[in-house]
Nanobody
Framework: QVQLVESGGGLVQAGGSLRLSCAGS????????MGWFRQAPGKEREFVAA?????????SYADSVKGRFTISRDNAKNTVYLQMNSLKPEDTAVYYC????????????WGQGTQVTVSS
């Protein structure tokens, strides 16, 4: 069974930065792709960023975070990161990491989430 554990959330002022981490364990940890998603109060969960785990570093971002957020990975540590700069109040949400095991699979492994709150 795969487990994903996020960390690094917190309270920050607008314009500040945070770095989220997501550590994977269990099974032979070799996902096809890792992603970050977020859910704000009263809103649906939305895609933030994703990165291919191996065989290249195909990366994608939501338009709302391009130029401000950077996703990266450390395969040796089974960890994916989300560096968030120039944070805005509208970035406030619970951030989740997720893993998918093949190009056709859904994201079917999820972490418990970490709260990010950006004050104005």
């Amino acid at each position: 069974q795969v487990q994903l554990v996020e960390s690094g959330g917190g309270l920050v002022q607008a314009g500040g930065s945070l770095r989220l981490s997501c550590a994977g364990s269990g099974r032979t940890f070799s996902p096809y792709r890792m992603g970050w998603f977020r859910q704000a109060p009263g809103k649906e969960r939305e895609f933030v960023a994703a990165i291919r785990w191996s065989g290249g570093s195909s990366i994608s971002y939501a338009d709302s975070v391009k130029g401000r957020f950077t996703i990266s990975r450390d395969n040796a540590k089974n960890t994916v990161y989300l560096q968030m700069n120039s944070l805005k109040p509208e970035d406030t949400a619970v951030y989740y990491c997720a893993a998918k095991w093949s190009i056709t699979a859904d994201y079917n492994y999820w972490g418990q989430g970490t709260q990010v709150t950006v004050s104005s």
